[in-house]
């Protein structure tokens, strides 16, 4: 029976992902983006329940798969698609394509690499790219009329979260974070904050903190390619006045 577990997880993020599409098609864009994000829950516990109880196997990994790429490829891309991108015809429904097809190959890439002991992913997590599309939704869908965003703002965005899905830019993972127990307290009282605060204006909480988490792969790649260049810099010149001696 406990085999089952992280199956039935994997199954209610189908199931989410798929009422994410009917809603979509019945144009009731709020709860599209919001049964994205209980996709996203329900993905988040299926792998550490199976590594909990030591359960993972082959056919689960497939099944979160291709479970991944209906609730955080097709999806979204249906969401952002009857929403906004419509209105572009065969350049928005193209710009949905790009979108799911880099979810898929993001995660053909990620079944055929070994990631064990790594505290990062390669590209931006489709959970991720999902939380981007629906996040935008909602935070539009409660804004407006107040709030307007360019119509190819948003099919630009598309395209740049396309890109950041198959990129080799590096986000933390945060599974090798280790808590000490004296620091579990404050980290309780950080979360209860942050969840009232969620919880007050959810659309907004959960469009910043997407963005940041987005912004936090781009930022940290740089960061590391200027670190580099640095390097490179001091060395030369450190030869530089080596040669000049």
Sequence with gaps: MIALVPNIFTTFNLLFGFYSI???INGDFTKAGWAIFLAIIFDVFDGRIARYFNQTTKFGLEYDSL???ISFGVAPAILIYQFVLAE???IGWLTCFLYTTCVALRLARYNVKTHSGLGYFEGLPSPAGAAILASSVLFIQAYHPSFEVPKWAIITAVSVISYLLVSPIQYPSFKDIKIKK???FYLLLLFVGGLT???SNPSYSLFILVIIYTLLGPVLFLRYKGAKVVKKIRKRKDFGEKLTK
């Design 22 to 24: 009917i809603s979509s």
């Design 182 to 184: 004296a620091q579990s």
């Design 88 to 90: 572009f015809g065969k």
């Design 197 to 199: 605060i969620a919880a």
């Design 67 to 69: 479970s991944d790429l």
